[in-house]
DNA sequence: CGCCGAGTTGAACTGAATCAAGAAACGTGG
DNA sequence: CCACGTTTCTTGATTCAGTTCAACTCGGCG
């Protein structure tokens, strides 16, 4: 269950085995289905969750009632609505398990309480956050200015694994374009 | 010259007056005119830049020589390339002063240096990046599945002080449109 | 004074959305 | 394990927002 923090640990910064087991007792398993939430819309984000197995997305709804995908979080992501976890005011999200998931929750109040037990964390969560932020401008990079099949194909090649495990209308959402254009895109351009 | 870090760290952590001069020692002051660089296509990021005073905007450039906006930096605000900063490969970003301005530089080495001697840094930089992330996550719900003119009302509303300020082909490049239909929207919205 | 970049305006064109309808895949219960 | 309903995906026809191309104005700045 507590692989992929372990290995996310690992990979940042080093941690005695005895700090390791302190850094587990902050996070509170937890299991959805396939379809269920983690967070819906108008609740306050109390928590950020890393997926230990599964894979969730969060997206909000606009007036006219169309998806919009967020993010993508697979195994050894942390997902969470990070603007009303910090103003804790409610989220505008919604996130949701598309595959059967387990996750890792790490409360705010336990976040704090670790990062003073544990003060070389704190380095850890830097180091998530930018990876986070780079991840979201590169997104940002193969959308704007970029046509529907620029933008497919920037995402094929960046996340090719991803693509193998989603829904076509979330790939389309994520991208911004509708799936009748992903639909034809994909016609013509064979699937490797 | 160090006013705006001052009030950036005092929102942030609490300093003794002995460490923040300690930490001030470690930015580099900097002078940059209008139209001047602060990072070229092709180079490494050395450095973040605070803006202390002026305003600086990063861009790429595509195949076909449009320019894409990245962000806006004005006084308060960090710039920089993390990609490149974070990976040492040539960044494929263009940083550039929009109007006369004055920075303060942080190297990564020094950055490291002022984590060790001044722990509580961390935490601050670790803020930065958070908001930073949270800035760049509004500017995607702002774009995505929006039209021209809801972008730009969304812009308008998120950052007024920005829009007067900027040269409107900036503005155009930055909401992923041209000049042209930007003219088109601003004509018919009463620039209030 | 004249030039050049920035902004405006108009007309034609086009990529993608929308509307519509059918085919395939999926899962749920009998 | 099959039948049925629901959701996902595909394909075609039409429409429209925004781009492109082009010409013209305006306001600096050398």
Redesign the interface.
């Known amino acids: 269950m507590y692989e992929v923090l372990q290995q996310s640990l690992a990979k940042e910064i080093n941690l005695t085995p005895e700090e390791f087991e302190q850094v587990k007792a902050f996070f509170i398993p937890k299991k959805l289905r396939k379809n269920q939430f983690l967070l819906q819309e108008g609740d306050v984000c109390r928590y950020s969750a890393l997926v230990e197995k599964g894979a969730l997305y969060s997206y909000?709804t606009?007036e006219k009632g169309?998806k919009?995908v967020?993010q993508f979080a697979l195994e050894g992501s942390f997902i969470s609505d990070?603007?009303s976890l910090?103003t804790g005011e409610p989220s505008k999200l919604n996130i949701e398990a598309f595959e059967d998931s387990e996750l890792l929750l790490l409360t705010q109040e336990n976040r704090d309480r670790l990062l003073s037990a544990v003060?070389r964390f704190?380095?850890y969560?830097?180091q998530l956050?930018?990876r986070?932020?780079?991840a979201?401008?590169?997104?940002?990079?193969g959308?704007?200015?970029r046509t529907a099949e620029e933008r497919y194909a920037h995402l094929l090649q960046e996340r090719p694994h991803l693509l193998a495990r989603l829904p076509q209308h979330l790939i389309a959402s994520y991208l911004?374009i509708t799936r009748e254009t992903l639909s034809r895109i994909r016609s013509q351009t064979p699937t490797r």
Not at 136 to 141: G, H, I, S
């Open positions: 909000s606009d169309a919009h967020v990070l603007f910090l003060p704190e380095t969560m830097r956050i930018e986070a932020y780079v979201l401008l590169r997104r940002v990079e959308t704007m200015g911004g």
